[in-house]
């Protein structure tokens, strides 16, 4: 007798906890049926049909579900999570942002395999729009975009809807991996200067003041001195206008009065200057006279005594 055993090699466990298989790939607009599935669009989580799904429960695979996709024939590669299996059988519904990453045409072919990835706790983002610095708080912004979306993966350029305007933004970096796992993590943000961004010219604070020397007297005629006398306009009780326009006397230079510039003024710095006058010292006699001394003040009386005779 003769016995044969086909398996003398078995498979390895954890090849048979994997799930790989191919699919046609379409974008969400051309997914079938009367409900409006835009919901995909805004987060990183594909359709699959429900063959992935009956396959997946009987495979030994950890939860939540991640899945590493890619084209084989641009070499390229991302990572996603599943949203639902109700697509049809051999094709698979993607967001349209994704299908630009992998660089997937309707109909075409893309490897999809199951993976698992460690939680993320650090990611940056760099915005490809200056527009994206007008959001008022860009943090929570994008916190609450990341709830729809499963993992990261670095060099992608994800895509979030915020105020009916879509912005892109590309991973820079993820940490501990290349790519991560989003789910229930506690993540820091940072965020890159954006694509095209430039800096505001800053103008020098250092302006150059003209010296003493260099004041023209003639510009101080314009400045505001006060009050002038006979400078105002009178009306004549007649309408007319003659002889009413007011004829000021000429300002001498010498009487306009400058201030006394502050030499030790320094940026930030608000200095009070106050015009008071020293007191004099008053003298050991002048303090003896001043101290108070109890019941050594005088009375009045209404009625005045008479002198007697």
Same mark, same amino acid.
């Given at each position: 007798?003769?016995?044969?055993?086909?398996?003398?090699?078995?498979?390895?466990?954890?090849?048979?906890?994997?799930?790989?298989?191919?699919?046609?790939?379409?974008?969400?607009?051309?997914?079938?049926?009367?409900?409006?599935?835009?919901?995909?669009?805004?987060?990183?989580?594909?359709?699959?049909?429900?063959?992935?799904?009956?396959?997946?429960?009987?495979?030994?695979?950890?939860?939540?579900?991640?899945?590493?996709?890619?084209?084989?024939?641009?070499?390229?590669?991302?990572?996603?999570?599943?949203?639902?299996?109700?697509?049809?059988?051999?094709?698979?519904?993607?967001?349209?942002?994704?299908?630009?990453?992998?660089?997937?045409?309707?109909?075409?072919?893309?490897?999809?395999?199951?993976?698992?990835?460690?939680?993320?706790?650090?990611?940056?983002?760099?915005?490809?729009?200056?527009?994206?610095?007008?959001?008022?708080?860009?943090?929570?912004?994008?916190?609450?975009?990341?709830?729809?979306?499963?993992?990261?993966?670095?060099?992608?350029?994800?895509?979030?809807?915020?105020?009916?305007?879509?912005?892109?933004?590309?991973?820079?970096?993820?940490?501990?991996?290349?790519?991560?796992?989003?789910?229930?993590?506690?993540?820091?943000?940072?965020?890159?200067?954006?694509?095209?961004?430039?800096?505001?010219?800053?103008?020098?604070?250092?302006?150059?003041?003209?010296?003493?020397?260099?004041?023209?007297?003639?510009?101080?005629?314009?400045? /505001?001195?006060?009050? +002038?006398?006979?400078?105002? *306009? $009178?009306?004549?009780?007649?309408?007319? !206008? =003659? #002889?009413?326009? %007011?004829?000021?006397?000429?300002?001498?230079?010498?009487?306009?009065?400058?201030?006394?510039?502050?030499?030790?003024?320094?940026?930030?710095?608000?200095?009070?200057?106050?015009?008071?006058?020293?007191?004099?010292?008053?003298?050991?006699?002048? /303090?003896?006279?001043? +101290?108070?001394?109890?019941? *050594? $003040?005088?009375?009045?009386?209404?009625? !005045? =005594? #008479?002198?007697? %005779?």
């Amino acid at each position: 007798m003769f016995s044969f055993n086909m398996f003398d090699h078995p498979i390895p466990r954890a090849f048979q906890n994997r799930f790989s298989t191919q699919y046609r790939c379409y974008s969400v607009s051309m997914l079938a049926g009367p409900n409006d599935r835009s919901d995909v669009e805004k987060g990183g989580k594909i359709i699959m049909p429900p063959s992935a799904l009956d396959q997946l429960s009987r495979l030994n695979i950890t939860y939540p579900m991640l899945f590493k996709l890619t084209n084989k024939n641009s070499d390229r590669m991302t990572h996603c999570g599943v949203l639902e299996f109700v697509a049809d059988e051999g094709i698979c519904y993607l967001p349209h942002w994704m299908m630009q990453n992998l660089l997937l045409e309707e109909g075409g072919l893309v490897q999809v395999e199951s993976v698992n990835l460690m939680v993320a706790t650090y990611s940056k983002f760099q915005p490809q729009s200056p527009d994206f610095l007008d959001i008022t708080n860009p943090k929570a912004v994008l916190e609450n975009a990341l709830r729809n979306f499963a993992c990261l993966t670095t060099g992608d350029v994800i895509a979030i809807n915020y105020n009916e305007k879509i912005y892109e933004l590309r991973v820079m970096e993820t940490k501990p991996d290349k790519a991560v796992s989003i789910i229930e993590c506690d993540m820091n943000v940072d965020f890159d200067a954006p694509l095209g961004y430039k800096e505001p010219e800053r103008r020098s604070q250092h302006h150059e003041e003209p010296t003493e020397e260099e004041g023209d007297t003639s510009s101080y005629a314009e400045m /505001d001195v006060g009050f +002038r006398a006979f400078t105002g *306009s $009178g009306n004549r009780l007649d309408g007319k !206008k =003659k #002889g009413i326009e %007011p004829s000021p006397a000429p300002i001498d230079p010498s009487d306009i009065k400058r201030g006394i510039p502050n030499y030790d003024y320094k940026i930030g710095r608000i200095t009070f200057i106050r015009n008071s006058r020293p007191q004099p010292k008053k003298t050991d006699d002048e /303090d003896a006279m001043s +101290r108070f001394i109890a019941f *050594s $003040g005088e009375g009045q009386s209404l009625r !005045k =005594k #008479g002198r007697k %005779p």
